[in-house]
Nanobody, 122 residues
Framework: QVQLVESGGGLVQAGGSLRLSCAAS????????MGWFRQAPGKEREFAAA????????YYADSVKGRFTISRDDAQNTVYLQMGSLKPDDTAVYYC???????????????WGQGTQVTVSS
């Protein structure tokens, strides 16, 4: 079992930056591929970023590539999402997830956090 708790969401102006954190419980953290998904109002949840075990590989949706950076600290059981050049379209609830990498280089989640709201104003 892995429990995930996100933090760091909030309101930011377009062009600004924000860093999300996801703290995980349990010793198995380092065995999981970790990632972030987001869900905007009225839309389906979508993959944003993932990081492999050991942090060797990182994977991004085209919509965030070049603006977002995912990282992990296995000693702290924490995964981060550094978001820059934010746009109003990035407004969503952001969810941390733990699972496996798919063939499409996204994340198949076994565990989810409760989500944190990110709002980007124009």
């Amino acid at each position: 079992q892995v429990q995930l708790v996100e933090s760091g969401g909030g309101l930011v102006q377009a062009g600004g930056s924000l860093r999300l954190s996801c703290a995980a419980s349990g010793r198995a953290f380092r065995r999981y591929v970790m990632g972030w998904f987001r869900q905007a109002p009225g839309k389906e949840r979508e993959f944003a970023a993932a990081i492999s075990t050991g942090g060797v590989g990182t994977y991004y949706a085209d919509s965030v590539k070049g603006r977002f950076t995912i990282s992990r600290d296995d000693a702290q059981n924490t995964v981060y999402l550094q978001m820059g050049s934010l746009k109003p379209d990035d407004t969503a609830v952001y969810y941390c997830a733990a699972g496996k990498l798919t063939r499409q280089l996204t994340l198949s989640a076994d565990y989810w956090g409760q989500g944190t709201q990110v709002t980007v104003s124009s």
